[in-house]
């Protein structure tokens, strides 16, 4: 083979791998596009046991394409608090399982329907209009550029057959701790084990690599090397996400071990075994041997693993040492800004921080009326202090949202993007309507402005209502419910209604001489109470737009 037909190959290889890993990316992120939305309810499923988080993992990993993206979005998932490390072992497990899907995929000869794919792909993103059909599009295109890369892999390596002394280097690596390490390092580069496995099977299709010996050890450390990005996301992460990256790595290495062992003393068996399930001959069915026997190493290490996860969790308990320290109230607690953001997870993070926010305003709304019926001032400068908090969230959020609302996230969450913003200003002022409250109870402390019994009963009345006014709507704006919209706004409505009674009443009362001429304040206190009524129900419409007219039309036609 002459200098340019090598320089011709190498171009080709690199040409391949390139469309490859570009391909696997544009899917990849497609089906992210598409699938990540239900990150909730997989978070859910996730905290029922390990083995239901074990199929999460596999499930999930299996759609997107990408173990990496699912071990990294678990272990930022840790990291923020919304799962715990026993939690994220069941998904890890899962996603090594999972991701043998693409092994398999392109072990297949589906090069002649590549074109295809990425024809139709082309047509979905460029000329049709729903998002969702869009994303649709790029997963094919996605499809149809890793199988033509795929092509031009085979392509370029089926010209190795000139070059006897290379065929004869990669299958002479017999040694299980080079194969092992070869295995790790080219993952680890690639970032991908499903890259460096479809190269193995690429060669594989192409005769150049006739060894499934080799192939099992490289598949081995390719594993360990997967974990790469999960412990690259977890450097910037408190401890227990560090904790369920090593979890990951400690899974790979150990299994590693043990199969390394069982194949240096059944690999022929073994072998044989996967060669007789490999449908095919020559070429064709050497890749499938390769896959299969991926997908048979990865649900052994699963079987093998599984009884001893949470020993796994705890080995990394005694490896990483120690506790986090406590959050400071002027910090962020699910959202991590040094790390970098996932799209698919980025709005369940700010839905907890915003839910945070809330809780912190109804928590001051709490004090700052009770210091008011009760005369006692003890907790106001908690109070101030909590509305700096606020204040902290209500920018720090907005910040987060500003810069993922320039991702490529996922359509089901996008929509709701517009809406958050409007949610943390509301809850900002919400805390500025507390603070309000308390200065009232220093001004009634300070005039000892005296409320009639009956005044006193009408505000706390009234005031409770707009605590579960609030609740409700915190509450719908988290789970993204409808079912108490109606409740809501009739709850809204007779606060409305309220605050032009009790301000008779008042009146009133000042008139008969029930109520200090000082108790003017007793007004305020009311509309303060109205305007969080108001700012309530905007949270709980927020993401609800479409819905408000419909529930108004119910309300008239009642």
């Known amino acids: 083979m002459g200098n340019s037909a090598i320089s011709a190959m190498i171009l080709g290889l690199c040409a391949g791998l390139g469309f490859f890993l570009y391909g696997m990316k544009l899917m ?24 239901i988080g074990v199929a999460v993992g596999v499930i999930f990993t299996a759609v997107i394409q990408s173990s990496s993206a699912t071990t990294v979005m678990v272990t930022s998932f840790v990291n923020s608090g919304l799962l715990s490390i026993y ?46 059909v869009k994303n649709v599009g790029e997963v094919l295109f996605g499809f149809g550029v890793l199988f033509f890369g795929m092509s031009t892999l085979k392509s370029s390596m089926a010209r190795l057959e000139d070059l006897p002394s290379v065929v004869d280097a990669i ?84 299994t590693a071990l043990v199969f390394a ?9 073994f072998n044989s075994f996967i060669m007789d399930i490999s449908n095919g001959s020559g070429k064709y069915q050497m890749s499938r041997a390769v896959a299969n026997s991926q997908l048979t190493i990865k649900v052994a290490q699963m079987i093998v693993a599984f009884p001893i996860a949470k ?45 945070r926010m809330g809780v912190h305003a109804i928590e001051n709304l709490d004090r700052a009326f009770d210091a008011l019926i009760s005369k006692d001032l003890s907790k106001i400068d908690e109070v101030y202090e909590t509305e700096k908090q606020i204040d902290y969230l209500s920018k720090e959020i907005t910040n987060y949202l500003v810069k993922i609302a320039q991702t490529d996230m996922p359509i089901n969450d996008a929509k709701y993007i517009d809406g958050y913003f409007h949610v943390v200003s509301d809850i900002e002022r919400i805390g500025d309507h507390a603070e309000n409250i308390a200065e009232f109870a220093q001004t009634r402390v ?49 606060i409305d209604g309220l605050e032009v009674q009790l301000e008779k009443n008042h009146v009133k009362r000042m008139t008969e001489g029930t109520c200090s001429p000082k108790s003017a304040i007793y007004s305020d206190l009311v509309s303060n109470f109205e305007r969080v009524g108001d700012h309530s129900i905007n949270i709980a419409y927020a993401i609800f737009e479409d819905d408000e ?10």
Not at 32 to 51: F, H, Q, R, Y
Not at 108 to 130: E, Q, R, S
Not at 200 to 219: E, K, P, R
């Open 446 to 494: 300070k005039d000892d402005i005296h409320f009639s019994e009956v005044g006193v009963s009408e505000l706390t009345g009234m005031y409770n209502k707009v605590k579960n006014l609030l609740k409700l709507s915190l509450e719908a704006f988290v789970n993204k419910e409808k079912t108490h919209l109606l409740e809501i706004q009739l709850l809204e409505d007779e």
């Open 261 to 269: 062992f069982v194949f240096m003393v059944f690999g022929d068996k």
């Open 87 to 132: 939690q994220a072992i069941g998904p890890i497990i899962g996603a090594n399982v999972g991701t043998a899907v693409t092994g398999q995929l392109v072990s297949f000869k589906l090069d002649a329907v590549a074109p295809i794919f990425i024809l139709v792909g082309v047509i979905m993103i460029n000329f049709m209009k729903k998002p969702m």
């Open 171 to 254: 299958n002479s690596v017999n040694n299980p701790v080079a194969a092992i390490g070869i295995g790790l390092l080219i993952t680890g580069v690639l970032q991908s084990s499903s890259a460096a496995v479809g190269i193995v099977i690429g060669m594989a299709a192409s005769g150049i690599f006739t060894n499934l010996t080799t192939a099992n050890y490289f598949i081995l450390g390719s594993n360990i090397g997967a974990t790469t990005p999960a412990v690259l996301a977890s450097l910037q992460g408190n401890k227990n996400a560090k904790r369920a990256a090593l979890s990951d790595v400690l899974y790979n290495a150990i």
């Open 311 to 355: 020993y796994i969790v705890k080995l990394s308990e005694t490896i990483i040492k120690g506790a986090d320290k406590e959050i400071e109230p002027c910090e962020l607690k699910y959202i991590n800004r040094g790390a970098a953001i996932l799209p698919t997870t980025c709005v369940l993070q700010a839905t907890r921080e915003i839910n």
């Open 549 to 558: 007219d419909s529930v108004e039309e119910k309300l008239q036609n009642a």
């Open 28 to 51: 990849s992120v497609g089906l992210e596009k598409v699938a990540g939305s239900k990150m909730k309810d997989i978070l859910n499923w996730c905290t029922k046991n390990t083995g």
